[in-house]
């Protein structure tokens, strides 16, 4: 063999020995890093949710399997058991003869697959490791089955990339769901994130999504009478009647054109809520009812243009958040030229959020969504009240106001409150912290309204005989009893508390029996 032909084949081999040598190193940290995250996935969902985990390695590709079930549905299952054993074994006089095990139902599980590609080229990409990732429900009764019949699941894309960051892509397929009632139907949807930094940032794109046919009450009103009404069977035993279907008003929801960007920092242990910004941008956002008797859909709400935008800023103890909403369009029978919405937060202690949020993952491991959600109601207030000395001595505050215009005329609704001092212990223990939080702090809300505006509105919410007369004799009540007053062409009223004492207008009003004490 010729010199040139040697090293061109020890070149080859070095190249074939180098590349095995990265894919190995690539496999092995795609394979601790799917380990971390389902390490990560127990601590937050709890142990008895994970019930299988497996991950097989290759040299070019793994496979990976998790199979999650919540503790729900195995507790229903295990309850179901205990009901069966105990009919079994009641086999005294005293037990029911008709006694019967209880069909234990069959848990839903989430199935997760995944295909792991080892880099460097990962899947035809210069990469780490490329994972794809597809769901798909185990379980499922019949019923459920043919709701779903036309929705694809969907699927997850990351690439991970040597510097250890990764770019996520979460797509939805078109598809739909329900059932004659009430549907859901949407076109695809992508949700792309990028990870690695400190930081997460991403865009979220959904052409279209309709929620039809959701009923506006509950189906049993209207039958309480028929519910005991009993007919006789062909043994003269009585058998309960089932409740005849009531015909309901039905509301849809239409939302077109959503594109949204976002970018935050990490805070550990803090989900959600880390500096950042995002952006919101909806063609159209409408809901409309249908009336139980059928016949016209009555317009409720048709927005166009709605521009959103989010910060959330932090130092190293408090954050806080401002939202700000513009759109135009209808609102009930009311065209608007324009509709704003803006609300702050300003300095929320980080720690405190810490607990509330321990409280929900808590909840969650124990007992599911439902349990963690009913656990934060009845726990909320005492963790509120754990953390009501951190809370307070940040010196929170909060703002929200509505502003619209009608007829080029502009209309606004705001309110808000402020801390402006932490209340000594001995205030706390003479009054309790509600009495002492209304001492030390500023409340406020005002209201500006066009007279304009007065008839029309009136007649939007169902009084369509409203004559002129009959709105200059509201306004003259309303001033007389002080609640309002006009300035200009404007009604308007100011509410405010500072100090333990309240104004509304200007003029002193007492706070109801016992508030300060």
Known sequence: MSNKKTVVAAAVALAVVGYGGTTWYTGQRAEAGYKEAVAELRKVLGEKVVVTDEYHKGFLSSQAKLVLQWPAAQAQAADAADAADAAKAADT???????????????????????????????????????????????????STQMLAKAAAPTLTSVHHFTGGQDVRLLLPAGELGDQEVTMRWQEMVLDTALGGGSVKGTWRWPEVALL??????????????????????????????????????????????????????????????????????????????????????????????????????????????????????????????????EKIQRLDIEALRGFQRVMVEGYRKEGLAKALESLEEQGMG????????????????????????????????????????PTQEQVAQAGWMPALLKTSALQANASLPKAWLEPLIKASGKPDVSAEDVEGMLGMAQATGYARLEGDKLVSALKMQAGQVTLNGKPIALPMGALQ
């Open 93 to 143: 006089a005293e037990a029911p003869a008709a006694a019967e095990p209880v069909a234990a139902s069959k848990p839903v599980r989430l199935v997760v697959d995944t295909t792991v590609r080892h880099g460097p080229l990962a899947g035809g990409r210069l990469a780490a490791a490329v994972s794809e990732t597809r769901f798909a429900l185990d379980g499922l009764d019949e019923k």
């Open 213 to 342: 046919g959701l009923p506006s009450r509950d189906k049993s009103m209207g039958v309480e009478e028929e519910e005991g009404e009993e007919e006789e069977s062909d043994n003269d035993e009585a058998l309960p009647t089932p409740p005849a279907a009531v015909p309901v008003e039905r509301t849809s929801i239409m939302l077109t054109g959503l594109e949204s960007s976002f970018e935050n920092k990490v805070i550990d242990g803090l989900w959600g809520l880390g500096p950042g910004k995002a952006s919101v941008r909806i063609a159209r956002f409408g809901m409309s009812s249908t009336p139980a008797e059928g016949g016209e859909a009555k317009t409720l709400l048709d927005l166009k243009n709605v521009d959103g935008s989010s910060v959330i800023e932090s130092d190293k103890t408090t954050l806080g958040m401002t939202t700000q909403v513009k759109g135009t369009g209808r609102i009930g029978p009311i065209d608007f030229e324009s509709v704003g919405y803006e």
């Open 383 to 422: 963790v509120l009240m754990q953390n009501a000395p951190r809370l307070v001595a940040a010196l929170p505050a909060y703002s929200m106001k509505l502003q619209a215009t009608y007829q080029g005329q502009t209309g606004h609704l705001e309110y808000g409150a402020e801390v402006q001092s932490a």
